[in-house]
């Protein structure tokens, strides 16, 4: 077995296990954190090109979801619900053409992760970021793809 893998892993079940102790004392989400981490480890792309192409991505997820609430609303449900679904979701994807933003799955994840925690944005964002900062700190450059 590969040592750098079995380091990473190791550390990254560490600090799994105390992100699930210890987020929900400082009133952050534990499956959105698995969520942030998931994404940069999916990317393939480690170290800082991996965690600004996954807290970018992420994050604008967040921001689509909101925008559909609030076209869904103004358009008004249950037809402006869908209306707005379909619109954003083109945008989505196009989204996958600008370089900053081309890791679509991660625009999904901070999307749906808002409508799962009820778009508490606040607390999502933070779950997101520090999560995934955790999951960049314990891979170091030794296990850089």
């Given at each position: 077995?590969?040592r750098?893998?079995?380091?990473t892993?190791?550390a990254?079940?560490?600090?799994?296990?105390?992100w699930?102790?210890g987020?929900p004392?400082?009133?952050?989400s534990?499956?959105a954190?698995?969520?942030?981490?998931?994404?940069?480890?999916?990317r393939?792309?480690?170290?800082?090109?991996?965690?600004?192409?996954?807290?970018?991505?992420?994050?604008v997820?967040v921001?689509t979801?909101?925008?559909?609430i609030w076209?869904?609303?103004?358009i008004?449900a249950?037809?402006g619900?869908?209306?707005?679904?379909?619109?954003?979701?083109?945008?989505?994807?196009?989204m996958g053409a600008v370089?900053?933003?081309?890791?679509?799955?991660?625009?999904?994840?901070?999307?749906?992760s808002?409508f799962a925690?009820?778009?508490?944005?606040r607390?999502l964002?933070?779950?997101?970021?520090?999560?995934?900062?955790?999951?960049?700190?314990?891979?170091?450059?030794?296990s850089?793809s």
């Open positions: 077995m590969n750098n893998l079995l380091l892993a190791t990254i079940g560490v600090l799994c296990g105390l699930a102790f987020a004392l400082v009133g952050l534990i499956w954190g698995f969520a942030g981490c998931t994404t940069y480890f999916a393939g792309r480690r170290l800082l090109p991996g965690l600004g192409l996954t807290l970018a991505t992420t994050l997820g921001l979801a909101l925008a559909m076209l869904g609303d103004v008004g249950p037809a619900t869908g209306i707005a679904v379909g619109l954003i979701v083109i945008v989505i994807v196009l370089p900053w933003l081309a890791f679509v799955p991660g625009i999904f994840v901070g999307c749906y808002t925690i009820d778009a508490d944005w607390l964002g933070l779950s997101l970021s520090r999560a995934r900062s955790s999951a960049w700190r314990a891979t170091g450059p030794a850089s």
